[in-house]
């Protein structure tokens, strides 16, 4: 019977310990990304169809100011370099720096939170107007793209603190390096198309 | 030892107190709604998707009717008529098509690669249970008189969350699908050895994965909308049409695109030879599958359909099609074929596919279609019989994996007789269903669009309706022909009925172990590992 010549065979050697986590999350990542690809996608032709229109995007009243995006965008580069460091450190084993840059990388998210909802209350921008439907959507859909990151990193955060995660394997962190990578992309995105072209 | 690990005695320590507490296994319910088995997970979706999609096919009747007399309105009143039409559209892609898809690759495809699991079971478990609880709340938004076109706010709301829940459900098992794929493949399974079905599957889990976010993207946008703004995409009217590129070529095709590599490996299977063209088959459902990127038309453009871009994406998905075909006939002449149910079914669904693809790509060449001044060619009636022949491709090839690969999903063979015959009902049924739209789109007098539930015109929707009616004996037949495989058998099933098993999972037990594979593979030498077993003996 077949099985029974195949059990016969010589065991294969053992195989490199298969990166399921590590390509799960870059298919989730990638699916996030093509959201707000739609998303930004539909912003902008809605943008463009209201202007082409001689109108304006924004209502009267309302406005975007630069700063608090710009702050926000310089935190989110800040936290790629932490996220950078920690796997870094992970990766030379050394605990107390993991400790450190993942710790700084946490901290930067909830500063860009704190941006964003800034943001909010500067720009008098009514949900019921159509800028404003697109605009809160997308900057709140990043903010839950963001949190999910954070809550993706302390997990793997723990792990790597529990001896999970080490030099020679440091799959999860990596992973959720990734993840937080994609967030970035996605907010220079909602940057440049929202906050600076409003 | 590094800084970052847990010491060995403390790690040692905590694995001794584990395994030496007593386990009790669950069992009967409670080992079915926890388990993270992808054979247990995989059956409940096909088994919710065949019962759900008995619901469709009944709503599918009465519409038929309906549209043989539209004005007498007979069936529905006019208020409610385009809700429940969107009812059957909806269910029939995400209550039917998809989960029934998912469900039989989610138990073949870790056989197929050689896995003991599918990558992330526990995520694969919560797929299925978030699709069966949003596929309730679709339903009941409904009942609520939710809906697009529906008239109660809380019923509309409740719409587009389920909506979101199946559709996240949905891809959380295309994310295990397509990880199993790529990263659990036994040793030596290189990609170009993985076999055709769980390529295909691969391949369109990364579709779905790249195109149905962008209908959540949508659905988050509709729901703040319809909730705070209602200026744009949430109001009652307008949520279908926002939606409706999903339902249409050519971003439906990513549903069919496993069709491919069933009707692959059952052919070269039944003709028990090796396929000379597995490059050029893997190629083909690559390309399939790339064509089949239908998200940009999330943006409305009024001469989407005219474009270039869609034109060439439409010619060129009849080619994969017919590359999978040629292969297919290529194995036939170079082996020697043993008529089985499975193969029956290939070749019913292949044919099928063929049906809507061709017409898809003829849909798409200007001046086919008789357009109404003022509609847009994309809205024709034509491009429901497109979506019609391509969704019951999928079922066709859905239901014959469930028959293909019985012994491995159920507890016996399928009975023979009924799925020979089931099959041949089925394609009958859609060919039957199918011709009339597209006919009604070509010389359609009036607005025959697909958006309408009694466009068409009547004496053609009297012969759809009949289409319908056969598709249904065929489901009919199709489902007595699996009732076997809820039967436990007393006799001892054979690894490989079929004799000419080419792939892993004829390796394993019928039904398979609880980690598929008792011992350690050997490694694969090539895309046929069973085929050079025989020759070795």
């Known amino acids: 019977m077949a099985a029974d010549a195949a059990l016969a065979l010589p065991p294969a050697a053992p195989p490199t310990r298969p990166r399921v986590l590590l390509v799960g999350t870059a298919l989730a990542a990638g699916a996030i990304v093509m959201a707000f690809t739609g998303l930004i996608g539909a912003y902008l032709a809605e943008r463009a169809s209201v202007l082409a229109q001689g109108g304006t995007w924004l209502p009267e009243g309302s406005s975007i100011p630069l700063t608090p995006g710009n702050i926000a965008m310089a935190t989110m580069l800040l936290s790629a370099i932490t996220m950078w460091w920690a796997v870094d450190a992970v990766g030379r084993n050394d605990r107390p720096y993991a400790y450190l840059a993942l710790g700084l990388t946490m901290l930067f998210g909830f500063a860009v939170i704190n941006a964003v909802s800034f943001l909010y209350t500067q720009m008098e921008l009514p949900v019921s107007s159509v800028a404003g439907l697109f605009i809160y959507t997308i900057t709140g859909a990043h903010i839950a793209f963001l949190v999910g990151a954070m809550a993706y990193a302390a997990v793997m955060t723990f792990r790597t603190l529990g001896g999970e995660y080490h030099g020679r394997d440091r799959e999860g962190l990596v992973a959720a390096a990734m993840f937080w990578y994609a967030n970035i992309a996605v907010f220079t995105v909602i940057w440049y198309a929202i906050f600076v072209t409003k | ?537």
């Open chain 2, 1 to 537: 030892m590094a800084v970052t690990e847990t010491p060995p005695e403390t790690v040692e320590a905590a694995s001794a107190a584990a395994t030496s507490a007593p386990r009790s296994q669950p069992s009967g319910l409670a080992a079915v709604l926890g388990s993270g088995d992808h054979k247990t997970i995989g059956r409940l979706y096909v088994l919710s998707s065949l019962l759900l999609g008995a619901g469709v096919l009944v709503l599918g009747l009465l519409f038929g009717v309906e549209a043989v007399k539209p004005e007498t309105w007979d069936v529905f009143s006019s208020a409610h008529a385009m809700q429940l039409f969107t009812l059957l559209r909806v269910a029939t892609v995400f209550l039917l098509a998809f989960p029934l898809v998912i469900g039989v690759a989610l138990v073949v495809v870790p056989l197929q690669v050689g896995a003991h699991t599918v990558a992330f079971p526990r995520a694969a478990a919560a797929s299925y249970w978030g699709w069966l609880l949003g596929s309730i709340l679709l339903i009941a938004s409904y009942i609520a008189d939710g809906g697009p076109f529906g008239t109660s706010a809380q019923g509309i709301d409740l719409w587009i969350a389920a909506l979101g829940l199946v559709v996240v459900s949905l891809l959380v098992a295309a994310v295990s699908l397509a990880t199993t794929v790529l990263a659990l493949r036994a040793p030596g399974m290189t990609l170009d050895r993985t076999p055709l079905y769980a390529w295909s599957v691969a391949v369109a889990a990364v579709m779905w994965l790249v195109t149905l976010p962008v209908m959540v993207g949508f659905l988050v946008l509709m729901y703040v909308d319809h909730r705070h703004a209602g200026v744009s995409l949430g109001s009652s009217s307008s949520l279908y049409g926002a939606l409706s590129w999903i339902f249409r070529n050519p971003q439906i095709y990513v549903v069919a695109i496993p069709v491919l590599g069933f009707v692959g490996d059952v052919v070269s299977t039944s003709a028990g030879t090796r396929s000379k063209g597995r490059g050029l088959a893997h190629t083909a459902i690559g390309i399939f599958g790339t064509v089949s990127f239908g998200a940009f038309l999330a943006v409305p453009s009024t001469h989407a359909v005219e474009s270039v871009l869609m034109i060439v994406l439409a010619l060129v998905a009849v080619v994969p099609v017919l590359a999978i075909g040629a292969l297919a006939a290529d194995s036939v002449r170079r082996g020697k074929i043993k008529v089985n149910p499975g193969l029956a079914y290939a070749l019913a669904s292949l044919v099928a596919l063929l049906l809507g693809t061709v017409a898809g790509a003829a849909g798409t060449i200007p001046g086919v279609l008789e357009v109404p001044e003022g509609a847009l060619a994309s809205d024709s009636i034509f491009f429901l019989g497109v979506t019609h022949a391509v969704v019951m491709a999928a079922v066709i090839a859905a239901v014959g994996g469930v028959t293909w690969w019985a012994t491995k999903i159920g507890r016996r063979q399928a009975a023979t007789g009924p799925a020979l015959l089931a099959p041949a009902i089925l394609l009958i049924g859609t060919v039957v269903m199918v011709i009339p739209d597209l006919v009604s789109g070509i010389v359609g007098d009036g607005i025959e669009t697909a958006a309408d539930p009694t466009g068409g015109i009547a004496g053609l929707n009297a012969a759809a309706l009949v289409g319908v009616a056969i598709a249904g004996l065929g489901l009919l037949v199709a489902a007595v022909s699996l009732l076997p495989l809820l039967k436990r058998s007393e006799d001892d099933l054979d690894a490989d009925p079929w004799g000419n098993g080419q792939t892993l999972e004829w390796l394993t037990a019928s039904p398979p172990s609880a980690g598929n594979f008792d011992a350690e593979l050997a490694v694969v030498t090539s895309a046929e590992p069973l085929f050079d077993l025989r020759e070795e003996k």
